[in-house]
């Protein structure tokens, strides 16, 4: 295996972990104070980065990528977290899957990667699998049946648009890695990010004096782990296409979805999440 793949399986199995943390956190804490945490950890820490190495930035060619990313981070990041709280995490999760399919049109527009044949099989062959998750029973029938239950069910559509954002997010970040180091990257969206939850969190914030966090250990693991996955992510982007990255990215989520989904929400491990899973090692085979 090339160093290249492993970081994005790495990385991958950070992002999972962030996936069920952020579940289980919003049970003891509310979304924005969530994402507020996250964005101070990630400043701490990109911080550290900035006044220990070196950094480079433009901010005229990053501005506009970079503005951008912030809105869409956001955006997404409400969506996602109101997504899988009100759903289970293995039905909600391999929507996600849609995702390299977007990315790889984002990035053949605004990259100019292109994938081979047979990754591009690869990335639908994922998006296959996903369909089998949802399906009702293991035939061809309610694999098209799956669309209709996407369409009906509000946290599969939310989902479905977080897919859409996220796809685009790696891309702009690779686009503002090439007018800006790592860390000062890094630590300029962090900044942005917090400081516009801030200002819409006020009355979030304020509720904090009065409420005791039952597990703040839980919320400190939770945006560290966040925070050591959004790095890992910035060197899987460098180091290959943003459609690779996302395909293993959520293959190896809708692995850790169903698995976490069972062992800590207790939810149903079907013949078709078996299937659908296999289908999405499938995938990722064929496009690394």
């Given at each position: 295996?090339?160093?290249?793949i492993f970081?994005?399986?790495?990385?991958?199995?950070?992002?999972?972990?962030?996936?069920?943390?952020?579940?289980?956190?919003?049970?003891?804490?509310?979304?924005?104070?969530?994402?507020?945490?996250?964005?101070?950890?990630?400043?701490?820490?990109?911080?550290?980065?900035?006044?220990?190495?070196?950094?480079?930035?433009?901010?005229?060619?990053y501005?506009?990528?970079?503005?951008?990313?912030?809105?869409?981070?956001?955006?997404?990041?409400?969506i996602?977290?109101?997504?899988?709280?009100?759903?289970?995490?293995?039905?909600?999760?391999?929507l996600?899957?849609?995702?390299?399919?977007?990315?790889?049109?984002?990035?053949f527009?605004?990259?100019?990667?292109?994938?081979?044949?047979?990754?591009?099989?690869?990335?639908?062959?994922?998006?296959?699998?996903?369909?089998?998750l949802?399906s009702?029973?293991?035939?061809?029938?309610?694999?098209?049946?799956s669309?209709?239950?996407?369409k009906?069910?509000?946290?599969a559509?939310?989902m479905?648009?977080?897919?859409?954002?996220?796809?685009l997010?790696?891309?702009?970040?690779?686009?503002c890695?090439?007018?800006?180091?790592?860390?000062?990257?890094?630590?300029?969206?962090?900044?942005s990010?917090?400081?516009?939850?801030?200002?819409?969190?006020?009355?979030?914030i304020?509720?904090?004096?009065t409420?005791?966090f039952?597990n703040?250990?839980?919320?400190?693991v939770?945006?560290?782990?966040?925070?050591?996955?959004?790095v890992?992510?910035?060197?899987?982007?460098?180091?290959?296409?943003v459609p690779?990255?996302?395909?293993i990215?959520?293959?190896?989520?809708?692995?850790?979805?169903?698995?976490?989904?069972n062992?800590?929400?207790?939810?149903?491990?079907?013949?078709?999440k078996?299937?659908?899973v296999?289908?999405?090692?499938l995938?990722?085979?064929?496009?690394?």
């Amino acid at each position: 295996m090339s160093t290249s793949i492993f970081i994005c399986l790495v990385s991958a199995i950070f992002w999972a972990l962030f996936d069920l943390t952020r579940k289980l956190s919003l049970e003891i804490v509310n979304a924005k104070i969530l994402l507020l945490l996250f964005s101070l950890m990630q400043i701490i820490i990109f911080s550290i980065w900035c006044i220990r190495e070196n950094f480079s930035f433009n901010l005229i060619f990053y501005l506009i990528p970079g503005f951008t990313l912030v809105l869409l981070g956001i955006f997404s990041a409400f969506i996602f977290l109101k997504s899988i709280k009100e759903s289970e995490l293995s039905l909600t999760i391999p929507l996600l899957s849609f995702s390299p399919l977007f990315s790889s049109i984002f990035a053949f527009i605004l990259l100019d990667e292109t994938l081979n044949i047979k990754q591009y099989f690869g990335v639908f062959t994922i998006i296959f699998g996903t369909l089998v998750l949802y399906s009702e029973k293991i035939e061809p029938s309610f694999f098209l049946k799956s669309f209709l239950n996407i369409k009906n069910n509000l946290s599969a559509k939310l989902m479905i648009l977080v897919s859409f954002c996220w796809s685009l997010t790696p891309v702009l970040d690779k686009i503002c890695l090439k007018h800006s180091s790592m860390n000062i990257h890094g630590l300029v969206q962090a900044i942005s990010t917090f400081v516009i939850l801030f200002f819409f969190s006020f009355r979030e914030i304020k509720q904090i004096k009065t409420k005791k966090f039952k597990n703040l250990k839980l919320i400190i693991v939770t945006v560290s782990i966040g925070a050591l996955a959004t790095v890992l992510q910035f060197y899987a982007i460098i180091l290959n296409f943003v459609p690779i990255m996302e395909s293993i990215k959520r293959a190896v989520g809708q692995f850790c979805a169903v698995g976490f989904g069972n062992l800590f929400f207790k939810e149903r491990v079907s013949s078709q999440k078996i299937i659908g899973v296999s289908v999405l090692s499938l995938g990722v085979y064929l496009i690394v």
